[in-house]
């Protein structure tokens, strides 16, 4: 579905890419800063990215009463939402994790760094999304969900951004990455696991209204 | 076991009645327990020996920020009642216990950072107790924004308990995840079930104050749950006849 649109796909990836390099006009093009905050610099335009991406994640369906049918439908809205999710990160996070090693390149973080990241990426964006979900089935209802959506789930975002930028800035020094790579690993299999069952709830409100 | 006594506190007229019956004590009870607290720790308590008296914002701190992390557990409780047994009186405590959960966060950041100013020589460090506090902070505007936003009032009721459910999971998770990231502050000064660090002419007032924020919170919720009660039952019988009665009182 995602694909008819290609505009849908390749937005949120400009996005990452124009953030990346808003940083470096911002603040300056030192080498070894740039070098330092990097991870950060890229998590961050990572996470804004999937936001975006996932503000429109059920709009078209609820306008055109897709949702209705998901409600109606033998199948339980846990397993449909999951669906849904999944097929909206294979387009944005699978593609932010693939771009992601350019970007970074381009702040010039040594190519060592660079499994940490994509790894650190393919673990983390899943999670993105799926708590995105319930932000954006919370919202879809409402006119002007953009904002509410930011605020709703921003601080649920804390915990990936500290383990990811972790992930990276400590293969940024030389130092094992298993133990934030397992914690991120930890949060994929529970976000998985337990967001499907609020997504749905929070559909069958939006849908109810 | 009989369990009529709380089947009573699920209907709104029962509540409306019992809560009348309790709040009187509950007001009287944090009045006294804070102000003989405060005045305590603010005048008598020893000074710190390090230091001094900027230590006694503790007695205003702590206890906010208990009550501002109790209180969102009480919101996410609140929501599950709400949404398993489909209880309106929980809804109408969670919406109004919202809003003071966002004062006492905001209390102990305040007070937090103006004690940090003398101590740690910054208003603001990004410390993990620190940073999950503002997280709360912002989880809070989050069910308060999300709740104002639907129109319908059961749907937003709804919401806000998906919510505030869905933010109590990940309370830990921020913390610990927080709390490995960086750390400045002193590990808790106060808690209920170990023996104290400090002598006791400092921690008695203390547990003073802290029961007295919760008393105070408990006749806020109260008097808040009251108002939005005869609100949504205007019109019943008992809530006309209430609402005539409070008019009459103050004609």
Not at chain 1, 23 to 50: E, I, M, Y
Not at chain 2, 202 to 221: D, E, K, R
Request: aromatic share 12%; glycine share 8%; net charge positive.
């Amino acid at each position: 579905m995602l694909f008819r649109q290609p505009s849908e796909l390749v937005n949120p990836l400009a996005f990452f890419t124009l953030v990346g390099s808003l940083f470096p006009l911002a603040l300056g093009t030192q080498p070894d800063f740039l070098r330092a905050s990097a991870p950060g610099l890229l998590w961050v335009s990572a996470l804004l990215a999937v936001l975006l991406s996932l503000e429109g994640l059920f709009r078209s369906d609820f306008d055109d009463g897709s949702l209705e049918q998901w409600i109606v439908s033998p199948n339980s809205l846990a397993i449909l939402s999951l669906a849904k999710v999944s097929a909206n990160w294979i387009c944005t996070g699978l593609s932010l994790v693939v771009l992601a090693p350019v970007l970074a390149l381009m702040l010039g973080l040594p190519g060592y760094c660079l499994p940490a990241l994509m790894l650190s990426l393919l673990l983390g964006t899943p999670i993105l999304s799926l708590i995105g979900a319930i932000g954006a089935a919370l919202t879809v209802g409402l006119r002007r969900g953009g904002v509410l959506l930011a605020l709703l789930i921003l601080p649920l975002y804390v915990p990936v951004l500290i383990l990811g930028c972790g992930a990276v800035e400590a293969s940024l020094q030389g130092l094992p990455i298993t133990a934030h790579i397992l914690w991120l690993a930890c949060l994929t299999v529970l976000a998985i696991t337990l967001t499907p069952f609020a997504i749905g709830a929070s559909l069958s409100i939006s849908v109810t209204e | 076991m009989n369990w009529v006594w709380l089947h009573k506190w699920g209907s709104p007229k029962w509540f409306y009645a019992l809560s009348g019956r309790y709040l009187p004590w509950l007001t009287i009870t944090s009045v006294v327990l804070l102000t003989v607290g405060i005045v305590w720790g603010l005048f008598f308590a020893p000074p710190d020996y390090q230091q001094g008296n900027s230590f006694r914002i503790i007695y205003i701190h702590v206890p906010a920020a208990i009550l501002a992390q109790s209180i969102y557990v009480m919101l996410a409780v609140a929501g599950a009642v709400g949404l398993i047994w489909k209880i309106k009186l929980a809804d109408i405590a969670l919406r109004q216990a919202a809003p003071i959960g966002v004062w006492m966060t905001v209390i102990a950041l305040m007070t937090g950072s103006i004690w940090g100013k003398p101590t740690w020589g910054a208003y603001w460090v990004w410390d993990a107790r620190l940073t999950s506090m503002l997280i709360l902070l912002f989880l809070y505007l989050g069910v308060i924004a999300l709740g104002q936003a639907i129109t319908n009032r059961d749907n937003s009721a709804r919401a806000c308990a998906v919510l505030s459910l869905v933010g109590v999971v990940n309370i830990p998770i921020i913390k610990y995840s927080v709390e490995w990231w960086n750390t400045l502050h002193q590990s808790a000064s106060f808690s209920f079930t170990q023996k104290p660090a400090m002598p006791t002419q400092m921690w008695f007032p203390l547990l003073l104050t802290v029961i007295g924020f919760y008393c105070y919170f408990g006749a806020m919720l109260f008097m808040r749950m009251r108002l939005e009660v005869l609100q949504r039952e205007n019109g019943s019988q008992w809530s006309t006849t209430e609402i005539d009665r409070l008019i009459g009182e103050h004609k």
